[in-house]
Antibody, heavy 118, light 109 residues
Framework: QVQLVQSGAEMKKPGASVKVSCRASGYTFTDYNLHWVRQAPGQGLEWMGILERSGAETKYAQNFRDRLTMTSDTSTTTVYMELRNLRSDDTAFYFCLREYPGGDHDYWGQGTLVTVSS | QTVVTQEPSLTVSPGGTVTLTCASS?????????PNWFQQKPGQSPRALIY???NKHPWTPARFSGSLLGGKAALTLSGVQPDDEAEYYC?????????FGGGTKLTVL
């Protein structure tokens, strides 16, 4: 069965970086895109970016373009989201989301809480 | 930057029908915007309901349907159940970038 399993909660200081992982299983990794989405406490969903075909190409939302890097490791079927120069308003749950190319979004990871506090 | 707009909140009676909409600042929502709909309950990850305007996942209850309505994407719930009380988000690819709507809090009362 399809699973997206994310790494555990992180606590970081302002100015630091965080790298969250999402390990995929149960399907052909390179056939699908993976998105990263975040949700601040009590707020809505915010699209951050996409790794197409699990690493062939990346596109980032304008809000994150200078601080965000998404990568993948096909040998471990894992995608990574690194956010740099963290601020307190980056405190949020971060989710990975699978998409079959063409707009078929289906499975979500369980979410990773990143807390940014001095 | 695309802004996607949803009704902040709606209330529906059990057994009733309600339609949630999703508009794009880029103009009319068309099938090429690849509308997706998700349901989220407190403390849970979102769950996918509808993809590419009107396609259901195997787990999507039959009472949920997607469409295009008056230049917007729409999610209709027919025969609403108390368990449908949740936040609903749309996701659009208008403007060649993905963007979520702000969410609609659906209350079943």
């Amino acid at each position: 069965q399809v699973q997206l399993v994310q790494s555990g909660a992180e606590m970081k200081k302002p100015g630091a970086s965080v790298k969250v992982s999402c390990r995929a299983s149960g399907y052909t990794f390179t056939d699908y895109n993976l998105h990263w989405v975040r949700q601040a406490p009590g707020q809505g969903l915010e699209w951050m970016g996409i790794l197409e075909r699990s690493g062939a190409e990346t596109k980032y939302a304008q809000n994150f373009r200078d601080r965000l890097t998404m990568t993948s490791d096909t040998s471990t079927t894992t995608v990574y989201m690194e956010l740099r120069n963290l601020r307190s308003d980056d405190t949020a749950f971060y989710f990975c989301l699978r998409e079959y190319p063409g707009g078929d979004h289906d499975y979500w990871g369980q979410g990773t809480l990143v807390t940014v506090s001095s | 930057q695309t802004v996607v707009t949803q009704e902040p909140s709606l209330t529906v009676s059990p057994g009733g029908t309600v339609t949630l909409t999703c508009a794009s600042s880029t103009g009319a929502v068309i099938s090429g915007c690849l509308p997706n709909w998700f349901q989220q309950k407190p403390g849970q990850s979102p769950r996918a309901l509808i993809y590419r305007t009107n396609n259901k996942h195997p787990w999507t209850p039959a009472r949920f349907s997607g469409s295009l309505l008056g230049g917007k994407a729409a999610l209709t719930l027919s025969g609403v159940q108390p368990d449908d009380e949740a936040e609903y988000y749309c996701l659009l690819f208008c403007g060649f970038i993905w963007a979520f709507g702000g969410g609609t809090k659906l209350t079943v009362l």
